[in-house]
């Protein structure tokens, strides 16, 4: 079954975007994954399609409204009934690699694009959404956010990429930033390729690997260092 990304914003030109080059886009022609993409402003209200107003209480900017937003997501669940409906937000949960996975082995997501000051709580209440954040920043709207949610999913769908070895090494799949690469040449700028790499005994590859993965995290991500110690128990 194709897994689909459905996703809800008021800049569709920015779709695919560079979700069409390299794997990923060739992922998309192969049918692997495919992209619907919804202009939240085509259930906006009135002659303009407003999309916003003012916040309740008083403040800075403007705020989406709660029946164009929930008229959209309605609309879009209609041709992607399964979707996990996420609305991207600072506020949200982050996105860790252990969600990554879970998203990319259900039947798709459908994601709404925040913008202005943030969306009514009502359509989030009664749309269920997921609040999913890329991290403690803020951009000028959901649809960064999307696309690198959408990237790293599909990158994990069967038949994607090249090597499943790969994909079991890299950052975060065992709790661990990945190790340290090296290629040709073996000297560059009077630095050597570490003897280990170039020795052929695979044992003692693995453990010079992993022994770099944990310094690397313990140095840099205290707090993946300590989760994987309890794990380690």
Request: glycine share 12%; net charge negative.
């Given at each position: 079954m194709t897994w689909k990304a459905t996703v809800l914003t008021l800049f569709p030109s920015m779709?695919?975007?560079?979700?069409?080059?390299?794997?990923i886009g060739q992922a998309?022609?192969?049918?692997?994954?495919s992209l619907d993409v919804h202009d939240i402003r085509e259930h906006g209200i009135g002659r303009h399609r407003a999309v916003d107003d003012t916040p309740a209480?008083?403040?800075?900017?403007?705020?989406?409204r709660a029946d164009v937003?929930?008229?959209a997501v309605d609309a879009a669940k209609a041709g992607h009934p399964e979707a996990v409906a996420i609305y991207l937000s600072p506020r949200g949960a982050p996105?860790?690699?252990?969600?990554?996975?879970a998203l990319a082995g259900s039947p798709g997501v459908l994601l709404l694009c925040g913008r202005f000051e943030g969306l009514d709580q009502r359509a989030i209440d009664t749309r269920e959404l997921e609040e999913i954040s890329l991290g403690d920043f803020v951009l000028a709207g959901g649809e960064i956010a999307a696309m690198a949610l959408i990237e790293a999913c599909v990158r994990l769908l069967p038949g994607v990429l090249g090597s499943e070895a790969s994909r079991e090494q890299?950052?975060?799949?065992?709790?661990?930033?990945?190790?340290?690469?090296?290629?040709?040449?073996?000297?560059?700028?009077?630095?050597?390729?570490?003897?280990?790499?170039?020795?052929g005994h695979h044992g003692e590859i693995a453990r010079w690997r992993l022994a770099e993965a944990?310094?690397?995290t313990k140095g840099r991500r205290a707090d993946l260092w300590s989760l994987y110690e309890k794990r380690r128990g």
């Open positions: 779709f695919p975007g560079p979700l069409d080059a390299s794997l998309r022609q192969n049918g692997i994954w209480g008083g403040g800075p900017g403007m705020v989406m937003a929930a008229n996105l860790d690699q252990r969600r990554v996975r890299e950052s975060f799949e065992e709790g661990l930033l990945e190790y340290p690469h090296y290629t040709r040449p073996s000297d560059f700028e009077g630095r050597q390729i570490p003897p280990v790499l170039l020795s944990e310094n690397l």
